[in-house]
């Protein structure tokens, strides 16, 4: 049985009243059926978020006469406003190094269908994945990174990125910094895990920096990438505890595990529209 085709609109705006009687409005006059909706209003930026899914063939027109008919509304409201069709899939394009469980992870949710997105890609700066990922079926590119080709390795990054049409760029465990000119490019569309319970033990060897500071929770962090390293806003995390008798390697084993659960859900709320930046914070609509 097919999951029943849907639009999602997702929308902030400056907060004040009518957002919700409006929209409602617009989607009951033109005999939208609405599925879920979630709202929120958010009192230090003063802003509204809303998400919300219509039934695609209660709709008398298509994607892009809906666009033009609510431009008025988004326009009278100041609206930073998107509608996606469940129908068109989110393409995914992987980064990965020589960590492979967040990859194997992304891929076994994939071909199961748990994942309902499309990887045209994997694009690593190392060999050590080419044989797994093109056994799936998925073409492979490797793009050295050295000290002394940095600008040319990211720049080829952005042009595979682009000639697949990607929509997101998820970093499962890419351990090189991308340069800030790329995250601007695709603001909300790089997807990264860190390992670690952000904002704490930034940059390398995060469960190292852990063990040494004795704490007793470890976790990991799914964020989009920003031009600071490591501080984008956060989409997901988790923690597992941990006592005195653990060794780095076992915060390491257990971190692992985290970081597959975290990148997964998180990315699942991206590719489902669940999450509005808000600043340097988002709003996840669960």
Known sequence: MH??????????????????????TFIADNRGWILETSHHADDESQRYFMRIEIRADSLPFDLDEFRRRFLPIADEFAMDWRIADSAEKKRLVVLVSQ????LYDLLARWQSKELDVDIPCVISNHETFRGFVEW???PFHHVPV???????????????????????MVLARYMQILPPELCEKHPGRIINIHHSFLPSFVGAK?????????????????????????????????????????TVEDLVRYGKDI?????????????EDRVLVNGNRTVVFR
């Not at 639009?7 to 009687?21: E, F, K």
């Not at 990438?225 to 923690?239: F, H, K, R, S």
């Open 206 to 246: 995060p469960y190292h920096q852990a063990y040494r500071r004795g704490v007793k929770l470890i976790g990991a962090t799914c964020h989009y990438v920003t031009a600071e390293l490591d501080a984008g806003p956060i989409i997901e995390q988790d923690t597992v505890r941990i006592d005195h008798g653990d």
């Open 146 to 168: 050295t000290v002394d080709n940095k600008r040319e390795a990211n720049a080829e990054i952005l042009r595979l990125f682009e000639q697949a049409r990607g929509d997101v």
């Open 136 to 138: 799936h079926g998925i």
């Open 259 to 271: 970081e597959k659960a975290v990148l997964a859900r998180g990315l699942r709320y991206h590719v």
């Open 99 to 102: 960590q492979e469980h967040c």
């Open 3 to 24: 999951a029943q085709r849907r639009y999602t609109l997702t929308a902030s705006c400056p907060d004040r009243v009518g957002i919700v009687a409006r929209v409602a």
